[in-house]
């Protein structure tokens, strides 16, 4: 194996791992709820966010991180859309990184040696990035 395939492997297992942790970690967005404390969120969790508890009640703030309780509690069709696509580029960055971990580890040598399967890897990580 090449020292470019190690790389390679390397900066693969680097990038879906900030991946995965981009798409979990609700500092997306960052702002201030009513004047009084700082608030985050993603598409997948949101931290310090606020709740009303009746319908005439002022808001209160929770100050925790949460996940959405379901898909379709996500505020807006953009971040449920934005949810499922960087859900979907995660998986397959975390399926390509495995097998070129695999593949460097020598667990499966042979992918790294022929063209076709190199291209496919690389294909995948291109599809993950879009």
Not at 14 to 32: D, E, H, K, M, T
Not at 38 to 62: G, H, L, M
Not at 100 to 115: E, G, V
Request: glycine share 6%; charged share 10%; with cysteine.
């Amino acid at each position: 194996m090449t020292v470019l395939c190690a790389l390679w492997a390397t900066l693969s297992t680097v990038a879906s791992i900030l991946a995965c942790s981009g798409f979990y970690l609700p500092y997306w967005i960052q702002g201030r709820l009513l004047g009084k404390a700082d608030a985050y969120f993603s598409s997948f969790r949101r931290c310090n966010y606020p709740r009303i508890r009746a319908p005439n009640a002022t808001p209160e703030i929770v100050y925790e991180c949460a996940r959405y309780s379901s898909f379709w509690d996500i505020p807006s069709a953009w971040w449920q859309a934005s949810t499922v696509t960087m859900g979907i580029g995660v998986a397959i960055a975390v399926i390509g990184a495995l097998t070129l971990l695999a593949a460097a580890s020598s667990f499966l040598p042979h992918i790294l040696r022929t063209p076709k399967h190199t291209r496919l890897l690389g294909s995948m990580q291109f599809v993950a990035g879009e």
